[in-house]
């Protein structure tokens, strides 16, 4: 990564598996991804990014200037790292606290929220217990919260077999119920001193190979019913933003519609309804040691629910 000085002071992370780069490796569950072939790409090889080479949050430190990358919550060990920056994301949480359950452990956003307000109690000790100081530090930092809710669906609302929220709730219900819990969520992170959030939407779940192949789809075609009930909860998130934008003193959200940024993405690449790298029918990632198709460049998702 560059030398050059950071735009910002500091970057926390909150997020799902597109953003997890390691809290999950010491924890009993299947979501998991600190061996090969995932990091084929990346210079620490396996870390528990779930993906070949970098994640988002690794380009949007890139494109701030950061001179690392930015620690797990589960590694961060000095105040340097404290007061810097802190990735919180775990694959496999969610909005809801039950989500992901049947993968094993995870770090809810219920969670990833106390994580948060542990790491502000020490920010708060290292710069010498003044309350005007910590609030003045982390009013300039960058948060992100990313893919929240895409578990609520596919490992929960749609897993009908573990979950009853599809037979509690009609689809616009339960997009309902969860940005009721989400909005709770966003406005304790500004509570605890956040005031510049990017909040990700849901990209279109549909599409991944592994749901694909769940709803028995082969071919290009996605599954619309997962498409459209994940547009009910994106639909009712930008205006959840707009009133928090309007409601808090001093609160910059940013919404990103992450489900037409994807669409989009798809034409530039030659597969798109497959996984690069080797899996288990029904299974979204790749095989222990297995093997991964050699022209990655080619390939949308790496396994069968991470681009």
């Not at 049947?102 to 000790?125: F, K, P, W």
């Not at 969520?185 to 509570?191: E, N, P, S």
């Not at 994940?230 to 998130?237: D, G, I, P, T, Y």
Request: glycine letters at 10%; a neutral charge; aromatic letters at 12%.
């Amino acid at each position: 990564m560059g030398s050059c000085m950071p735009k910002l002071p500091c970057y926390f992370i909150f997020g799902a598996s597109y953003y997890d780069n390691g809290n999950n490796n010491a924890l009993v569950t299947t979501a998991k991804a600190n061996y090969p072939p995932y990091g084929i790409d990346f210079p620490g090889g396996a870390t528990g990014r779930f993906c070949d080479g970098r994640i988002t949050p690794d380009f949007i430190a890139e494109f701030l200037g950061f001179r690392n990358y930015i620690p797990s919550f589960a590694s961060v060990r000095s105040d340097q790292d404290i007061l810097k920056d802190v990735n919180y994301a775990s694959g496999g949480s969610g909005i809801r606290n039950e989500t992901g359950m049947n993968l094993g452990d995870r770090i809810s956003m219920d969670e990833q929220l106390r994580n948060h307000q542990t790491m502000v109690s020490r920010i708060m000790a290292i710069l010498g217990e003044r309350n005007s100081a910590t609030e003045d530090y982390l009013s300039k930092c960058l948060y992100s919260v990313g893919g929240m809710g895409a578990n609520d669906y596919t490992s929960n609302y749609f897993l009908p077999q573990f979950y009853p929220t599809s037979r509690q709730y009609t689809p616009d219900q339960y997009a309902s119920v969860l940005i009721k819990q989400f909005d709770l969520q966003l406005r304790a992170l500004y509570k605890l001193g956040a005031r510049k959030i990017v909040v990700f939407g849901i990209d279109p779940l549909g599409c991944d190979p592994v749901v694909r192949a769940r709803a028995g789809i082969n071919g290009s075609s996605c599954v619309d019913v997962v498409n459209n009930a994940v547009q009910l909860f994106n639909v009712k998130l930008g205006p959840l933003v707009d009133e928090l934008n309007n409601g808090l003193p001093g609160a910059k959200f940013i919404y990103v519609d992450a489900f037409h940024i994807y669409s989009s993405l798809y034409s530039g690449f030659r597969v798109t309804n497959a996984s690069c790298c080797e899996v288990i029918t029904g299974s979204p990632t790749c095989i222990p040691q297995g093997t991964s198709c050699p022209n990655r460049g080619d390939y949308f998702w790496w396994d069968a629910l991470h681009p």
